[in-house]
């Protein structure tokens, strides 16, 4: 079994709390389409989602203060390991009750390949884990994507790790401080759950390198206005291609007009007259027309 771990930030700290749960609905309509039934989904959050939860998908309430938000970048990432690890510790103590082979932790607005856990329950037990090289990002404001290799360096939705290098302790529950998680997970807390950048050097130090998955196991959500990164999407791509969209479960919040427009149409660029000197005046016009023919045919199930 895997058990796919997320945490929620704080009302406290979001522009839109109303956003964050519809970043996270999306997500869990992502992770809850596995081809695979053999996994659970944890949430971890200070408020309980206003929406009902998909079948498989537990939420845990704790009771942790909003963090500050230093505007110096190194305080603020400090702040985002204690407040978003202590959230997956505790994520991993609920996981306890489900006994499973691998975690993978995840933002709560990225998406994941459905036939992920399927995959992994091929797998024999005793597996190191993997990473996720091969992914792409994705802009939802703007229908745009591009596939990116080494995501496992940008994305927190990249790491599949044996339950064991977790080292879940006894003896504390799912109730526990903030103080009594740092001190019962130690190291392990900043390098397996506070953080992603360094995870894969971390388990490797510790006598558990990660392979790499043989396919595009992530998307990378960003220009959500609610990323800890504020990582953003800005030049002229194409749209998602339909097949990524459907391997990851992914319904646009656009149609796809907008998402045209907006991806690698005028809408993509800062002046119109740059849109016109990137559009070949010969060629661009027939790609336009083949694009709108092919997806006037693909409609209605868009």
Request: with cysteine; net charge positive.
């Amino acid at each position: 079994m895997i058990a796919f771990i997320t945490s929620l930030r704080h009302p406290d700290n979001a522009v839109d709390y109303g956003e964050v749960e519809r970043l996270l609905q999306r997500s869990l309509r992502s992770v809850t389409s596995q081809t695979g039934g053999d996994f659970v989904v944890i949430v971890v959050g200070s408020r309980a989602p206003s929406f009902r939860l998909p079948p498989r998908v537990h939420f845990v309430q704790v009771d942790f203060p909003a963090p500050p938000e230093p505007t110096v970048r190194e305080e603020r990432w400090e702040v985002v390991i204690r407040d978003k690890g202590t959230k997956l510790a505790v994520g991993l103590l609920a996981a306890r009750a489900f006994s499973p082979d691998f975690v993978m932790m995840f933002d709560a607005d990225d998406f994941v390949h459905r036939g992920l856990s399927e995959w992994v329950a091929r797998q024999p037990r005793e597996a190191n884990g993997w990473f996720v090289s091969q992914g792409w990002m994705y802009s939802g404001a703007r229908g745009a994507a591009k596939p990116i290799r080494d995501l496992h360096r940008v994305c927190g939705t990249c790491y599949i790790v044996p339950w064991r290098m977790y080292e879940v302790p006894d003896g504390i529950g799912t109730d526990a401080s903030q103080e009594e998680l740092i001190a019962a997970f130690g190291e392990r807390l900043r390098w397996l759950m506070g953080k992603h950048n360094g995870s894969d050097r971390w388990l490797a130090d510790h006598g558990n390198p990660l392979e790499e998955l043989p396919f595009d196991g992530a998307v990378y959500h960003v220009d959500t206005g609610e990323n800890h990164s504020r990582k953003t999407l800005s030049e002229p791509l194409p749209m998602m291609p339909r097949a990524v969209a459907a391997r990851f479960s992914i319904r646009h919040r656009h149609p796809w007009p907008v998402r045209w427009w907006r991806s690698s149409g005028p809408g993509a660029y800062p002046r119109f007259g740059e849109f016109l000197r990137h559009a070949d005046s010969l060629r661009f016009p027939r790609r336009v027309f083949t694009s709108l023919r092919r997806r006037l045919r693909e409609w209605t199930n868009d």
